[in-house]
């Protein structure tokens, strides 16, 4: 069945740095939607961004991914991480676009120090 | 808008004790979806439903959960006997149809001791 890998479990960084957390998905489907979700402390997971092209940039609040369908992978970027930015993030998957059931990964906690 | 209700917001129940999960999707919503978050394990898919009628129960322990939709208004996630293993936080979510996001409400926190 569709699954969605995040590596890390959990990334610690300076504000300022780069942030990339990893997401590699596994389906039979030929045109996947790709999600990243994020999930801040005593709330409940909310969109962050998606996407369904291929090689194209998406971009939302400072954050943006690319779909490669080449190598499976769907790694959220920001150019420089902020202190709000700590938040649990949750890579997620739709095997098509007609599908409604999200499958997703564990999750990467992404926690930012002043 | 209210978005997605879910009671009660925390429950505890004693080992072998039965809990009943309650949640109020988006009025309108055609889909409504549980979850299972752990720090473990993430968030589980566990069953959803398409307009009241059961479509994929394939994360559902089978043994001791059950869920139900009588109403386009309500969805309820029963666990019997519940077990310490099944303490996590039980994540309701409801989407319009298969192109729309998902609203999620904000989750029981089940506490089992």
């Known amino acids: 069945g569709d699954s969605v890998t995040q590596t890390e479990g959990l990334v610690t960084l300076t504000e300022g740095l780069p942030v990339m957390l990893n997401c590699t998905y596994q389906t039979i489907y030929s045109n996947p939607f790709l999600f990243w979700y994020v999930q801040h402390l005593n709330e409940s997971p909310r969109l962050l961004l998606k996407?369904?092209?291929?090689?194209k940039r998406t971009e939302h609040q400072g954050f943006h991914a690319t779909l490669h369908k080449s190598s499976s992978s769907f790694h959220l970027q920001k150019s420089s991480a902020q202190l709000s930015d700590s938040a649990l993030y949750y890579c997620a998957l739709k095997g098509n676009t007609n599908a409604y059931k999200v499958i997703f990964g564990k999750g990467t906690h992404l926690h930012v120090l002043p | 808008n209210a978005g997605v209700i879910q009671t009660p917001r925390h429950k505890v129940t004693g080992k072998g004790q039965e809990a009943t999960l309650w949640c109020e999707p988006i009025?309108?919503?055609?889909?409504v979806f549980w979850y299972r978050q752990t720090i473990v394990q993430g968030l589980e898919f566990l069953t959803y439903f398409r307009n009241q009628a059961p479509i994929d129960d394939s994360g559902m322990p089978k043994e001791r959960f059950s869920a139900q939709m009588p109403n386009q208004s309500h969805s309820t996630l029963k666990i019997q006997s519940t077990q310490p293993q099944d303490s996590a936080v039980y994540l309701c979510?409801?989407?319009?149809?298969?192109?729309?996001?998902?609203?999620f409400g904000s989750g029981t926190r089940l506490l089992v001791i």
């Open positions: 996407s369904f092209t291929d090689n």
């Open positions: 979510a409801s989407s319009l149809d298969a192109h729309s996001d998902y609203t």
């Open positions: 009025s309108g919503h055609s889909a």
